[in-house]
């Protein structure tokens, strides 16, 4: 099960979280910005000594729908990003608004608070991740990718991979090149 805490973005707000969980006797998996991974639901009681604990800290635990909200956010774009079809890449925010029935403004700014950065942050961080997989699974060239993704010039595609991962796609190649070598 999944808790979204309003304002969980930091190492220092992580250390704080997992303590409380600890001192509250609640197993979690993982303690992620946005979000905590717990194994079983929360007993009412559990739940409100939770938020009392996080509200010290200006941490806010969220709603079930809340969460559903940004869990739902995420799937959308990672089938939107995923699809490759550049006609849905320039009209996410509608399409989002338009199956959530929700108004994009007040989404993205639920998401921001909730993940502690934005949507198009978050549409970058996946295009990327995509990326990674394209250049570890498929044999295909940088140039083919960039077309894939519809960047106007590979270039464009090194750079903004660059900079998000710090290493260049030739790295990834490189590796699929030394997996598949055996």
Do not use: W
């Amino acid at each position: 099960m999944k808790l979204y805490i309003k304002y969980l973005v930091s190492i220092r707000c992580k250390n704080f979280v997992k303590e409380e969980l600890k001192k509250l006797g609640i197993v979690y998996y993982r303690v992620e910005s946005g979000f905590v991974e717990i194994a079983d639901e929360l007993p009412k009681k559990q739940r409100l000594q939770l938020e009392q604990r996080l509200l010290t800290t200006g941490m806010v635990l969220l709603e079930a729908e809340k969460n559903n909200l940004v869990e739902n956010t995420k799937k959308i774009l990672t089938e939107l990003i995923n699809s490759f079809d550049p006609l849905l890449e320039k009209s996410y925010t509608k399409i989002i608004s338009s199956r959530l029935s929700v108004d994009f403004a007040a989404l993205s700014n639920q998401f921001a608070e909730v993940n502690g950065y934005s949507i198009e942050h978050y549409i970058s961080l996946q295009k990327i991740e995509a990326v990674k997989e394209l250049l570890l699974y498929e044999n295909l060239t940088v140039s083919q990718i960039a077309e894939k993704f519809h960047y106007p010039h590979v270039n464009l595609l090194t750079a903004h991979f660059k900079k998000t991962t710090g290493l260049p796609p030739s790295f990834f190649i490189k590796l699929r090149k030394k997996r598949f070598q055996v």
